[in-house]
C-alpha cells in the first residue's frame, strides 16, 4: 500500500494504492469486537465510499489476531436518553444494521479478507461483502444466539440461505455453531483459503483483475447482483441487465474496450 487516506479514523486504518483501499479494523487488542466507535467510523467510511468513484475495490480486513470477534458487549451502548428502553435498543440496533445497508448500496466491490475469529457481527461484515477470501485459521458463527438474542441479525438470516442454502443455514443460525475455513470453502461460503502470508496478496490479486474492467461495468454489475438477487424469475432479472449493456453499450469506454480488445492492449479507461 502507498499513501495513507486523507480521512482518518479512530478505529480504522485506510491503506491506499491508487483506486484499490484496505480497510483494515483497528481494535487488535479488544479483536476488533464492534463498539460505538467502530460502527460510526464504518457508517462513515462506507457513507463516503458512495461519492469517491476514485476508489473502485474496497478490501476489508482485521488487525491483530481476529478479523471481528463481534458486539462489545462491555462498551456503552446507551441509546437516546429521551426514548424508552425498547425504543432505545431499536435505534441502537439500527445504528449497527446501517453498516450492511452502506456496504451493499455502495458502489465498490468488497473483498473480505478472514482470519480468527469472524463472530456475530463480525460474520455479517463478512455475509455482507462482495467476494470472501479465508485463512486456515478462519472460524465463524453467529453468536447472537448465544448471547439470549436470535441466530438471525445485522443481515445474517437474508445473507446466509443465498450462499450456502436453507440446511445449513438454519443449521449455523439455530445453534450459533462455528464453521471453520474448511467447511466454509466446501458450502460456498468463501471463494478460497489461503495461507496466511498470502490472504492480503490473494484479494489484491482479484482487485486488479477487477480494475482490468470499465469503471461503470464494474459498478453496474455489482449494481445487478444485489437486484438480482431477488429478482421475481428470469425475465426481471434480464429486464435488469437488457439495459445495463444499452447503456454501458453508449460509454466511451464501450468504445475504447472494442479497440483494445482488437489491438491487443490494456483499455485506458476514462469512466466515461
Given amino acids: 500500500m502507498s499513501a495513507a ?16 483501499e484496505v480497510l483494515t479494523l483497528n481494535r487488535p487488542d479488544a479483536l476488533n469486537t464492534l ?28 488487525a491483530g489476531r481476529a478479523f471481528c470477534a463481534g458486539l462489545d458487549i462491555r462498551a456503552d451502548w446507551t441509546g437516546p436518553e429521551a426514548l424508552g428502553p425498547v425504543h432505545q435498543r431499536l435505534a441502537i440496533q439500527r445504528r449497527i444494521a446501517r453498516v ?5 448500496s455502495c458502489p465498490q466491490p468488497i473483498i473480505a479478507l478472514g482470519h480468527g475469529a469472524a463472530c456475530g457481527g463480525g460474520f455479517s461484515l463478512l455475509l455482507a461483502s462482495d467476494v470472501r ?41 439455530l445453534s450459533g455453531r462455528f464453521i471453520a475455513a474448511d467447511r466454509a470453502l466446501r458450502v460456498g461460503l468463501v471463494s478460497e483459503v489461503v495461507a496466511p502470508e498470502a490472504l492480503l496478496e490473494t484479494g489484491l490479486a482479484l482487485a486488479k483483475e477487477m480494475l482490468a474492467t470499465a469503471p461503470l461495468g464494474l459498478r453496474m454489475t455489482k449494481d445487478a447482483l444485489s437486484l438480482n438477487v431477488d429478482a421475481q424469475g428470469l425475465d426481471a432479472a434480464m ?11 453508449g460509454t466511451d469506454d464501450y468504445g475504447e474496450a472494442k479497440q483494445a480488445f ?11
Fill in 262 to 272: 482488437v489491438e491487443k492492449r490494456p483499455a485506458a479507461f476514462k469512466d466515461r
Fill in 133 to 173: 477470501f479465508a485463512d486456515p485459521t478462519l472460524r465463524m458463527n453467529a453468536a447472537y444466539i448465544k448471547i439470549g438474542l436470535g441466530g438471525c441479525d445485522i443481515g445474517s438470516s437474508y445473507f446466509l440461505p443465498r450462499l450456502v442454502g436453507l440446511s445449513v443455514a438454519s443449521e449455523l443460525l
Fill in 5 to 20: 487516506s486523507p480521512q482518518t479514523y479512530d478505529t480504522l486504518q485506510v491503506d491506499v494504492s491508487g483506486p484499490i
Fill in 100 to 104: 450492511v445497508k452502506l456496504m451493499r
Fill in 35 to 62: 463498539n460505538p466507535a467502530l460502527v460510526d467510523d464504518l457508517t462513515a467510511y462506507f457513507e463516503r465510499l458512495h461519492r469517491r468513484p476514485a476508489c473502485r475495490v474496497v478490501l476489508l480486513r482485521g
Fill in 239 to 249: 429486464a435488469i441487465e437488457d439495459r445495463q449493456q444499452v447503456l454501458l453499450g
